[in-house]
């Protein structure tokens, strides 16, 4: 991973183009907002720094893998040093073999580790970072039983395995992982499992199921966090964490999610 810090700032010399970056984020299609903000992102941060020395090479992914590899292509043709971007894994992994041909450097903003190496750099938080600073805070805060929910790919076994990991070092215990569908078939199914689980007590004494980890966001996240109170769990007495996923003003006004705690950057 790396950080802005880790970015070296070109010497300015006013009249010659020391670098070539080329920014490579979707401007139309899939995450176009979330692209154009970073496009909008990178020219301030040109204009804040009055950088003259630096040529800044646009190019639209459409936030298509096979769109991003072309047009990374035509960013080195074009003299790109440096290539920042794609976002979404799936493009990085499409656009790293080019670069890493020409040898020329990436930064990929992606949290998916398995996509770096060999030149090619991943810019944001991984799942086991998120899953560790959640469940440090969740137990310093005095929870003590947890479920995991994740969806049944390659995203939710990192989670599961970042969670045992994590759980190792704390004083919460795992009461079961459970793994949905990610089309979002058999939530109600998975949802009353955990149920069944808030309602037992392995002990007269122990309290209730205290913390459910959802691996999910948007949508998905959503729709899994109504089922709660469906199905009598009170999530006015179990906390909900949650992973980076959660980051998006679109969840923010669900009632289901009130109260809960997620892993994010700070602002």
Not at 115 to 120: E, M, Q, Y
Not at 178 to 186: C, K, L
Not at 229 to 244: A, K, Q, S
């Amino acid at each position: 991973s790396v950080s802005p810090s880790n970015v070296a700032t070109p010497t300015r010399k006013i009249g010659t183009i020391r670098s070539s970056v080329a920014l490579l984020v979707p401007l139309t299609g899939r995450g176009s907002d979330l692209g154009r903000a970073m496009l909008n992102a990178a020219q301030l941060a040109l204009f804040d720094s009055f950088d003259l020395d630096t040529n800044l090479i646009i190019k639209d992914t459409t936030g298509s893998p096979e769109r991003a590899a072309i047009v990374a292509g035509e960013a080195l043709n074009e003299g790109a040093q440096l290539l920042i971007g794609p976002l979404f894994s799936e493009s990085v992994r499409a656009a790293a073999p080019v670069a890493r041909r020409r040898g020329v450097p990436m930064i990929g903003f992606s949290n998916d580790r398995s996509v770096a190496g060999d030149g090619v750099y991943v810019f944001g938080f991984t799942p086991d970072q998120q899953i560790r600073r959640i469940v440090s805070y969740a137990a310093s805060s005095g929870l003590r039983r947890i479920v995991a929910l994740v969806p049944y790919n390659e995203y939710g076994r990192e989670v599961a395995v970042a969670l045992q990991e994590s759980v190792e070092e704390s004083s919460l215990s795992i009461e079961q992982v459970e793994y949905f569908s990610p089309d979002g078939t058999d939530s109600a199914e998975v949802v009353k499992r955990i149920a069944a689980i808030y309602k037992t007590s392995s002990a007269p004494s122990q309290q209730p199921l205290d913390c459910v980890l959802i691996a999910a966001g948007g949508r998905q996240l959503r729709s899994l966090a109504t089922l709660f109170p469906y199905f009598d769990i009170e999530t006015t007495n179990v906390r909900l964490l949650g992973t980076e996923l959660w980051h998006n003003e679109s969840i923010l006004g669900e009632p289901a999610l009130q109260g809960g705690w997620f892993a994010a950057p700070p602002t």
